[in-house]
């Protein structure tokens, strides 16, 4: 015996593997979209990270605005703060205020240049860290205003009793 070959059987087969080629090509362009969507989505989700940090950043800078407008001013026009005191008082607000400037200008500079060529996950870390210093102004400022408010309440109180008057 001499081997035959079955010519229908070849062709199928070679079929079978051309169309297997085909599947297999379009699963690597299946997976290749699916990882270049992932990135796509994760490119976003940082950006919009990015987003909603230096949104708290500004609504943050915009609480230590209201309190040196409102606050600060009150405490500085208050008669129970000494004059020798307001200086003081000016320079310990004044630091908070520089440092948030600071912060505003630095963010400037993260979001509008390649920033030393980083990675949007780079920026946001850095973002959220500023994110969280900007609190922190805000949660000292906030002390600092109650601290003078609970002084000048103290200088109040003190006033009154000093200054009242006796009927015996």
């Known amino acids: 015996g001499m081997p035959t070959y079955d010519n229908t059987n070849f062709i199928s087969l070679v079929k079978q593997l051309v169309e297997s080629g085909k599947q297999t090509a379009q699963m690597i362009k299946s997976v290749k979209f699916l990882k270049d969507a ?15 940090a230096v949104e708290e950043i500004g609504q943050n800078n915009q609480r230590l605005i209201t309190v040196m ?4 001013l009150d405490i500085l026009n208050s008669p129970y703060i000494k004059p020798e005191e307001v200086s003081r008082v000016v320079k310990s607000f004044d630091a908070i205020v520089q440092n948030s400037l600071e912060t505003v200008d630095f963010i400037d500079e993260v979001l509008s240049s390649d920033y030393l060529k980083m990675s949007d996950a780079e ?30 309440s103290f200088r109040k109180m003190q006033d009154k009793v000093n200054n009242r008057e006796t009927f015996y």
Do not use: F
């Open 38 to 52: 992932k990135e796509s989505i994760e490119k976003v989700s940082s950006v919009v990270q990015q987003l909603r």
């Open 123 to 152: 920026r946001a870390e850095i973002l959220k860290a500023k994110e969280l210093e900007s609190k922190q102004m805000v949660s000292n400022i906030t002390t600092k205003t109650k601290r003078y408010r609970d002084i000048i």
């Open 69 to 72: 407008q409102n606050d600060v």
